[in-house]
């Protein structure tokens, strides 16, 4: 037979101003989970995927959770006992928070040319709306060609992925048969670069907590009070500051227990790829390395954890002066984790770190908005060498295994609740700006994903693997 791949790599090329066209009507829709007024616009992204995929040949439908929906698809036509692919995705966005800071309004998307070519603006372009489409428009245009799919294919995209998952293990325990797959294909994730595709084989996990120090019964005046009361701003900020030492090591009890460290093929892969530092610094305006001594940039970011404070609030923070000795402190830390550690265990020792070192009458309260462990992926399965090959098929440089410091609980979730591992397969660069303003895709990588997207199907669907 011929080879089934050309015509579907002909039509991608035929449909690319199209499948721009699908990925801005996406963009436009301001899905931002975190914020409950866009509630009914999260409802409307997983509308608008839902209708999506069941005009390219699936049963698909809007399913309720206790949050924001998820959307459910099977195709309708594969060969009997073909291999079976769950491809998962996140449809929901961070805040456009900066909103001043962004070149044109986050939710009008538009395409603007820029050094390496046309690129996508607009909040969600890269994480994750445009990296769906990379496979939404491969299985398109499969479909359009063949009238069927290779594989036995099952569709799971979520709407909380930024807020956390909240929902996800719940949904998935509750539809672990229906969700049944070999491998999950995720693609949230990044190339090497513009010219090399790669394989994502470790991602940090998170502990996302923020504590409240709870001082006075009210806000105080800081002449009648000040200095015989304790400052819970002063508190929280000293203790703050003792999170790391002097060589940059956390001090939370228990932090450290359990870390295994890279094996040294793993490190070999990573010398291997020639990371440039300076250029990683110099694009976001920096010189000099930091982070824990004695390590490489790629082990601090892909192997090492961290703990950082993603915000702080408190007092008066308005115009002007307003003197004042607050009732409370908050601040929001997170911490990425690497594999063998436990975040209950974090989760434990960031609560007694706190509150062994308050001072008498400083209360603390801590939540924990999430907690998920690192995942790693072997780096050697059938799938993993298909869609290696797949990679291969249509990229002129050969694809490498890297780690991401990012975090996509669902990876770890799918491998506990449901039993198979993930291929994690991002077309997203180190310039996109995830989670900033002037967030982009470049569509060049929009389109080699699509074509990937399609040579990994081809090369999945193949009874052999
Ligand atoms: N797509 C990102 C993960 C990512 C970030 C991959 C950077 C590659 C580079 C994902 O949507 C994300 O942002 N995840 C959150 C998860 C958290 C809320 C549990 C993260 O990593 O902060
Ligand atoms: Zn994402």
Redesign the pocket.
């Known amino acids: 037979m011929s080879d089934p791949l050309a015509p579907v790599l002909e039509r991608l090329d035929q449909d690319a101003a199209l499948a721009v066209a699908r990925l801005c009507d996406l963009l436009r829709i301001p899905s931002v989970s975190t914020d409950p007024a866009f509630k009914p616009d999260c409802r409307r992204a997983a509308e608008w995927l839902a209708a999506e995929l069941s005009a390219i040949g699936f049963d698909a439908a809007v399913r309720e959770t206790p949050g924001h929906p998820m959307v459910v698809g099977h195709s309708r036509a594969h060969p009997e006992g073909a291999p079976r692919l769950l491809y998962y995705g996140?449809y929901d966005v961070q805040p456009a928070d900066p909103i001043e800071l962004w070149e044109s309004p986050p939710f009008e998307p538009v395409v603007i040319e820029a050094e390496r070519g046309p690129r996508v603006v607009g909040r969600g372009a890269v994480?994750?709306k445009g990296q769906v489409m990379t496979w939404l428009e491969a299985l398109r245009a499969w479909h359009a060609v063949h009238g069927s799919y290779p594989a036995r294919i099952t569709v799971l995209l979520e709407g909380e992925?930024?807020?956390?998952s909240p929902s996800l293990n719940g949904f998935l325990e509750a539809n672990r048969e229906e969700l049944a797959a070999d491998v999950c294909l995720i693609s949230?994730?990044?190339m090497w670069d513009i010219d090399t595709p790669a394989i994502t084989t470790s991602l940090r996990g998170?502990v996302?907590s923020e504590v409240t120090l709870h001082g006075p019964s009210r806000d105080l005046h800081s002449g009648m009070y000040g200095g015989a009361v304790p400052n819970p701003i002063n508190v929280l900020a000293r203790l703050i500051a003792q999170l790391h030492d002097e060589q940059g090591r956390i001090q939370i009890p228990g932090f450290y227990d359990g870390i295994a460290e890279p094996s040294a093929e793993r490190l070999a892969q990573w010398r291997e790829l020639g990371f440039d530092e300076s250029a990683f610094l110099a694009e976001v305006g920096l010189k000099t390395p930091a982070g824990e001594a004695g390590r490489s940039a790629l082990e601090r970011l892909w192997s090492r954890p961290t703990c950082d404070v993603n915000g702080i609030h408190g007092g008066y923070t308005g115009k002007g002066a307003k003197t004042v000795i607050p009732a409370h402190a908050t601040a929001k830390i997170s911490c990425r984790l690497v594999p063998g550690q436990d975040p209950k265990t974090v989760e434990a020792g960031i609560r007694r770190f706190f509150e062994e070192r308050a001072p008498a009458d400083c209360r603390v309260e801590l939540t924990v908005h999430?907690a998920?462990p690192a995942i790693e992926v072997p780096d050697r399965s059938p799938e993993l060498t298909a869609a290696l090959r797949g990679l291969d098929r249509v990229f002129d440089k050969t694809p490498v295994l890297i780690g991401?410091g990012?975090?996509?609980?669902v990876a770890g979730a799918i491998r506990r609740l449901l039993g198979f591992d993930s291929l994690l397969i991002?077309f997203?660069l180190e310039d996109d700006r995830?989670?900033s303003p002037n967030e982009k895709f470049e569509l060049r990588c929009l389109h080699n994903g699509a074509r990937a997207h399609a040579a990994i199907l081809a090369e999945l669907g193949k009874p052999s693997t």
């Open positions: 996140h994480d994750d992925e930024e807020s956390g949230d994730t990044g998170m996302y999430s998920s991401c990012g975090s996509i609980p991002g997203g995830v989670h």
